[in-house]
């Protein structure tokens, strides 16, 4: 990343349940104000994965030891396709060993994978102890980490089995994207290019204005998408921790996602991949139910071809993606609940005859 901007803003979050800030900015691991304030015990727990723990693990051992008496970390596998029972109780396993007790401090130092298991495992463990987010992933960074949405998948859906569970904190140190992956960068950017339809459509003008340097890593950018994205998410969970109502909007694209996701066998396609390509069925099924102009749906596929995301989905067959995605949590009573455009910065949650579905889908599938 270039331009480095010094500065550190904060985002709060306020909930019924709980206050935290968001903290953005380059450099926040080495920085001991990052640290500041946070829940005291004798004992922290860093929980990464095998790829970043090689990169950040030490970094952060070394922020905390002078804060918590002892520091222990765990590495969980790495992956998507990992996220399951078997490996949240290796977190469970390393806990109990280490006699964490109820003030034993969680970081869940990683992408999403990891944010949602550490999340889930501190608000399981002892009935719940203080966890601390700290991203890795642009994915994480604009959306996982934020909200308190924490969960593990089961084979017939995703993040089926899991617990609302806010954060003390969540750290979003911006240095640590120039070591992503452009495959794992473009898929933080579905999840960035999402908040512009469903609550802000300058927001969404300036992501395509600024694609290309938000592509280059460019670090004012950056830092803009974040915290507008933050921003975003900050104000719709403020209002709907629980997602009874609006916090549904967030899952635009979603709905489609997940099912490619567990058609195909979590991992296969990244989450932010298989989001991208949802949010063109979601589009096109906005159109189809006379929401949005035409326009809209290669509006859409030209921005996420940019960001270099899949626009067409995997041939799972029409009625394959259908009963998969009746096992969605927006799902009430058999009905499919879709998030769906019905002005630009304007989203809407609602239900939509299986026909328009299914040409949605039909259109956008790989080979059509």
């Known amino acids: 990343m270039n331009a480095k901007p010094s500065h550190r ?3 709060p979050v306020e909930t019924p349940s709980a206050r935290y800030e968001i903290l953005i900015g380059n450099g926040l691991l080495q920085r001991p104000e990052t640290w500041a304030g946070l829940p005291r015990a004798s004992h922290a727990v860093i929980v990464s994965n095998t790829t970043v723990e090689a990169i950040y693990e030490a970094t952060l051992r070394d922020a905390l030891s002078p804060l918590y008496r002892r520091v222990s970390s765990l590495a969980l596998p790495d992956g998507e396709a990992y996220k399951t029972w078997e490996t949240l109780n290796l977190v469970f396993d390393h806990l109990l060993r280490e006699a964490c007790d109820r003030k034993t401090v969680i970081f ?4 999403g994978v990891v944010g949602d298991m550490a999340g889930f495992a501190a608000a399981c463990y002892m009935r719940g102890v203080p966890f601390v ?3 890795t992933t642009l994915l994480a960074q604009v959306d996982s980490s934020v909200g308190g949405k924490t969960a593990i998948n089961h084979p017939l859906g995703k993040n089926m089995i899991g617990a609302f569970y806010q954060p003390a904190r969540v750290i979003c140190d911006l240095a640590t994207l ?7 960068f473009s898929a933080g950017l579905a999840e960035v290019i999402k908040y512009g339809p469903i609550f802000d459509a300058a927001f969404l003008d300036w992501i395509e204005q600024n694609l290309d340097a938000l592509m280059a890593r460019d670090a004012l950018a950056l830092s803009h998408a974040v915290r507008r994205s933050c921003e975003i998410k900050a104000e719709v969970v403020g209002q709907d921790e629980r997602e009874g109502g609006l916090r549904a909007i967030l899952n635009y694209g979603h709905t489609f996602g997940h099912a490619i996701e567990a058609g195909l066998g979590y991992g296969e396609w990244l989450h932010g991949e298989a989001v991208a390509c949802g949010m063109v069925m979601a589009s096109e099924l906005s159109v189809l139910l006379g929401l949005m102009p035409g326009d ?3 509006r859409m596929q030209r ?3 940019r960001a270099q995301l899949p626009i067409a989905g995997p041939a799972l067959g029409v009625s394959r993606y259908l009963d998969l995605m009746r096992v969605d949590k927006k799902a009430e009573g ?3 609940r879709f998030v769906l455009i019905e002005s630009l910065g304007r989203a809407t949650v609602r239900p939509a005859p299986d026909e328009l579905v299914a040409r949605a889908i039909e259109r956008h599938l790989t080979g059509v």
């Open 9 to 11: 803003t904060s985002v």
């Open 108 to 111: 869940a130092l990683g992408g």
């Open 133 to 135: 987010q700290v991203p």
């Open 178 to 184: 120039a070591t992503l992956p452009q495959r794992e």
């Open 296 to 298: 809209f749906v290669p």
């Open 303 to 305: 921005l996420l071809q």
């Open 334 to 336: 058999g009905a499919i």
